[in-house]
């Protein structure tokens, strides 16, 4: 495992988190994987969404930390981690995760999943249920929700032209207050696209990472989930997050109000005691049987 060297933005934002946080690299595979820890105890993997990397988490990892060993990976095709060409679908995502986990030797963790991150967990959950202690999915891809053609135009314009202009258009469609996300966050993210390999993920995945899994695999899942969803949400309509934890066994929805499809920026400490409480807490039987 190899230190990080510093990007400004980047290092910003972990600054930011105001605990002690390590930057290292490691080999998923034939993968250069960068990921940030922190903490100590049972491990916490934090899977950022379609976008800038490990650092989406800067408002959670100090919090989590406090109870929790957190892992937050630079997903393959992000941040600081390699860019391959490859499909960038599901199973692609589900591989690379479970090389990361084994190269640190990583048996079993809560995964945390943000958007195409939480499309990520639910595949790496079904490919591997004994490696998932519980499940949280936040705003989460891979469950029917379609973007709005304003949503879609404005993703389609950063990954096409990154540019502060268009980071400002698509801002308004992922947060409640576009305020409420630190500019280095936006800046990193530019920075992150323009790079060799930064397309990839965007144009090779051409969204199959967050196509619709059907009902009856979601069915199949049997760890404790949350499903947390900002009630604002632009991108994902929070209807899909409904609708999943009806499907999803030992499910449950956690609506944050005021927050759009970034609720971790728009309403940090809501949505930081609501996980928090779930990995702590044991759910009673009739918890168990609601959705």
């Known amino acids: 495992?190899?230190?990080?060297?510093?990007?400004?933005?980047?290092?910003?934002?972990?600054?930011?988190?105001?605990?002690?946080?390590?930057?290292?690299?490691?080999?998923?595979?034939?993968?250069?994987?960068?990921?940030?820890?922190?903490?100590?105890?049972?491990?916490?993997?934090?899977l950022h969404?379609?976008?800038?990397?490990?650092?989406?988490?800067?408002?959670?990892?100090?919090?989590?930390?406090?109870?929790?060993?957190?892992?937050?990976?630079?997903?393959?095709?992000?941040?600081?981690?390699?860019?391959?060409?490859?499909?960038?679908?599901?199973?692609?995502?589900?591989?690379?995760?479970?090389?990361?986990?084994?190269?640190?030797?990583?048996?079993?963790?809560?995964?945390?999943?943000?958007?195409?991150?939480?499309?990520?967990?639910?595949?790496?959950?079904?490919?591997?249920?004994?490696?998932?202690?519980?499940l949280v999915l936040v705003d989460s891809g891979a469950l029917g929700a379609q973007p709005s053609l304003s949503s879609f135009l404005g993703m389609l314009?950063?990954?096409?032209?990154?540019?502060?202009?268009?980071?400002?258009?698509?801002?308004?469609?992922i947060l409640f207050d576009p305020d409420h996300r630190d500019s280095n966050h936006a800046r990193y993210s530019i920075e992150v696209i323009k790079r060799k390999g930064g397309k990839n993920a965007f144009r090779q995945g051409k969204g199959a990472a967050v196509a619709a899994i059907p009902e009856d695999s979601l069915r199949q899942i049997q760890n404790d989930t949350l499903i947390i969803w900002g009630e604002n949400d632009q991108l994902f309509s929070i209807t899909h997050?409904?609708?999943?934890?009806?499907?999803i066994p030992n499910s449950r929805l956690y609506r944050i109000k005021e927050a759009g499809h970034l609720s971790l920026m728009d309403q940090p400490e809501i949505f930081n005691k609501a996980i928090l409480e779930f990995f702590k807490c044991e759910r009673s039987e009739d918890e168990r049987t609601e959705g």
């Open 1 to 46: 495992m190899n230190k990080m060297t510093k990007n400004h933005h980047r290092q910003a934002l972990i600054d930011k988190i105001k605990v002690l946080v390590t930057q290292s690299e490691v080999m998923a595979g034939s993968v250069k994987s960068a990921y940030l820890s922190a903490g100590e105890g049972d491990p916490v993997i934090l």
């Open 49 to 134: 969404g379609a976008g800038a990397g490990a650092v989406t988490w800067y408002p959670s990892i100090g919090a989590i930390s406090k109870n929790f060993h957190v892992i937050a990976p630079d997903i393959v095709g992000y941040g600081e981690s390699d860019k391959p060409d490859a499909s960038y679908d599901r199973p692609y995502f589900s591989t690379w995760l479970k090389e990361f986990m084994v190269s640190l030797n990583i048996h079993k963790a809560h995964i945390v999943g943000l958007s195409q991150g939480g499309a990520i967990a639910l595949q790496f959950v079904l490919d591997n249920p004994e490696m998932v202690n519980k």
């Open 157 to 173: 314009w950063l990954n096409a032209f990154p540019s502060s202009l268009a980071n400002r258009y698509y801002s308004r469609h």
């Open 241 to 247: 997050g409904e609708a999943a934890a009806r499907v």
